[in-house]
């Protein structure tokens, strides 16, 4: 479920104990702000070879999907999650693999030799 009245911005991590715990800032339409966190296995992220570079972005995700529930503000992005987001990029990689041209054979070396002057 989206949530269009709150933005979220990401404001650093912590490391702890194998884990890393995203803080963000979330940012309601009055303007009113609030923090939240969202703690990620880095054990987890290995096994299913999601890269550092994306954890922000799915961290927001899990905030952007969560329900307005009042005073929760610590998530965790599940095991569950990252199969899925797995599973996604993998469908994803072989749409792409499939969409892939063909090599282009190389040119033949003597090509245009038949109206070229044969060297003296």
């Not at 979330?26 to 299913?48: E, F, I, K, N, P």
């Not at 890269?51 to 965790?76: N, S, W, Y």
């Not at 749409?95 to 892939?100: M, P, Q, T, Y």
């Amino acid at each position: 479920m989206s949530n269009p009245k709150r933005q979220f911005v990401l404001r650093g991590f912590s490391q702890v104990t194998g884990f890393r715990v995203f803080a963000f800032e979330g940012v309601a339409a009055d303007r009113t702000r609030a923090l939240y966190s969202v703690r990620v296995d880095m054990a987890l992220t290995r096994q299913y070879g999601i890269r550092l570079q994306e954890l922000p972005l799915l961290c927001r995700d899990v905030l952007d999907r969560r329900d307005e529930d009042g005073g929760v503000r610590a998530f965790t992005y599940t095991e569950e999650d990252m199969s899925l987001h797995a599973k996604e990029c993998a469908a994803a990689r072989e749409g792409a693999a499939l969409r892939k041209k063909a090599p282009r054979r190389p040119a033949p070396e003597h090509l245009g030799a038949a109206w070229r002057v044969p060297p003296r």
